[in-house]
């Protein structure tokens, strides 16, 4: 079975400088699918970046870009210059072949003014 | 931007009851989820439909859970008997197709909570 694991379950990072989350996973698949999902405290889930596993190209959106070590099955979520608007609940999950998501645990992102 | 949208809010409900929680996925997507967080925990995976039909579910899924597309329109999520620890809240979503693009697209989420 996958397992999905965000050791961080809390990260602080000052307006307009630079955070990373990390997420491992545990998988014997060799196709999938990659998310960040952010939660506001509007509780609704938000898709921040994906990456397949058969790219080797790390995604970039904006602000967001990911590090994707397949080898090592880590997923780490970079965020630049980071806003007041980026602090919510970052969750990492994983596409299983069957198509549903498993989460991680999350991470609780704090910007400081 | 079309978007999954969710019925009611919030649920307040006694033990016991029945709940019907509603969802309409966007319009022409063609598989839909039912997730739940209970408050402070991981977004846990309950089941999946596709073409009428649960593709796959999950151990919490029990007996106590049902679902359904009635109309073509609405996903529907029936608790028959709630308990307390059904307090959550329970998000709905939607797919497209199983292949790119394939990320779920959530709705709002339904707060319930059991008595």
Not at chain 1, 1 to 21: G, R
Not at chain 1, 82 to 91: E, H, I, K, P, W
Not at chain 2, 43 to 54: A, G, K, Q, R, T
């Amino acid at each position: 079975a996958q397992t999905v694991t965000q050791s961080q379950p809390e990260m602080s990072v000052q307006e307009a400088e630079t955070v990373t989350l990390s997420c491992t996973y545990d998988t014997s698949e060799s196709d999938y699918y990659l998310f960040w999902y952010k939660q506001p405290p509007s509780r609704q889930m938000i898709l921040v970046i994906r990456q397949e596993a058969y790219k080797q190209q790390n995604a970039t959106e904006n602000r967001f870009s990911v590090n994707f070590q397949k080898a090592a099955k880590s997923f780490s979520l970079k965020i630049s210059d980071s806003q007041l608007g980026d602090a919510a609940m970052y969750f990492c999950a994983y596409r299983s072949a069957t198509l549903k998501y498993i989460f991680g645990t999350g991470t609780r992102l704090k910007v400081l003014a | 931007e079309p978007e999954v949208t969710q019925t009611p809010s919030h649920q307040v409900t006694q033990m016991g009851q029945e709940v019907i929680l509603r969802c309409v996925p966007i319009s022409n997507h063609l598989y839909f989820y039912w997730y739940r967080q209970i408050l402070g925990q991981k977004v846990e995976f309950l089941v999946s439909f596709y073409n009428n039909e649960i593709s796959e579910k999950s151990e919490i899924f029990d007996d106590q859970f049902s679902v359904e597309r009635p109309d073509g329109s609405n996903f529907t999520l029936k608790i028959r008997s709630t308990k307390l620890e059904d307090s959550a809240m329970y998000f709905c979503a939607s797919q497209l197709t199983s292949s790119h693009p394939n990320e779920q697209f959530f709705g709002p989420g339904t707060r319930l909570t059991v008595l």
